[in-house]
């Protein structure tokens, strides 16, 4: 058994910062990429940004410039630094990984995401 857990959205004001944290636990071998989406009610969910675990970070043109993403990969931790915080970032975010288990089992697992509101 593999999860993901996110913690650390919440409200903040526009031009503020946020930095969630998603925790992976469980029967886990390694973790190849993992990433953050997120998504508004009517709408798909979208990619925010990607971290492999050897290479270069993919980010949308949106938050470009303004979001980092990082991992701990001791703590199988992955971060998403949120800087500059605009109205329209308000969404759930996700955070995904690909994960081998223990049991060489591959897998795409998905937290069950926090909610991040920008507003005054």
């Known amino acids: 058994q593999v999860q993901l857990v996110e913690s650390g959205g919440g409200l903040v004001q526009p031009g503020g910062s946020l930095r969630p944290s998603c925790a992976a636990s469980?029967?886990?071998?390694?973790?190849?990429?993992m990433g953050w989406y997120r998504q508004t009610p009517g709408k798909e969910r979208e990619l925010v940004a990607v971290?492999?675990?050897?290479?270069?970070?993919n980010y949308a043109d949106t938050v470009k410039g303004r979001f980092t993403i990082s991992r701990d990969n001791a703590q199988n931790t992955v971060y998403l630094q949120m800087n500059s915080l605009k109205p329209e970032d308000t969404a759930v975010y996700y955070c995904?990984?690909?994960?081998?288990?223990?049991?060489?089992?591959?897998?795409?697992?998905w937290g069950q995401g926090t909610l991040v509101t920008i507003s005054s």
């Open positions: 469980g029967s886990i071998l390694r973790i190849y990429a």
């Open positions: 971290i492999p675990s050897i290479g270069s970070t």
């Open positions: 995904s990984g690909r994960i081998i288990t223990r049991f060489y089992t591959n897998l795409e697992v």
